[in-house]
């Protein structure tokens, strides 16, 4: 990965967690028009959108997990139902039920279903 992209993702995840949501995702976006697509990593989305959802920035959670839909079925499983969980979570947080419903029900083709009913149980 290039050094600026390492760059670019750790800052908007550091905005993130330091509570400067508009700073994270105008990193996020930053390093979208700077660097390749195929840069962009499952541990980022998952930190970014985590912090999002937490801050009840559900709009900016949205944006960051609909970019990144490409690459799921290109990471590892645990780290497939981390993301559909907090689209999930984001989508109904934004009170698009029906987008959240969607969503998990083309989840289960991803066969994670029973990986999200233990997270939202908090299994």
Do not use: P
Not at 15 to 37: P, Q, T, V, W
Not at 90 to 109: M, P, T
Request: aromatic share 14%.
């Amino acid at each position: 990965m290039a050094f600026k992209s390492a760059i670019e993702m750790y800052l908007a995840s550091l905005y993130s967690k330091g509570r400067d949501m508009e700073k994270a995702i105008s990193s996020h976006r930053g390093f979208l028009e700077n660097c390749f697509r195929h840069e962009v990593t499952a541990k980022y989305v998952i930190c970014l959108s985590g912090n999002f959802n937490q801050f009840k920035k559900f709009e900016y959670a949205i944006e960051v997990l609909e970019g990144s839909m490409d690459m799921i079925k290109t990471v590892e499983e645990s780290d497939q139902a981390k993301i559909i969980f907090y689209l999930i979570d984001a989508y109904i947080g934004c009170g698009e039920f029906l987008k959240a419903k969607i969503v998990d029900e083309k989840s289960r083709l991803f066969d994670i279903s029973m990986w999200l009913l233990g997270c939202s149980w908090g299994g």
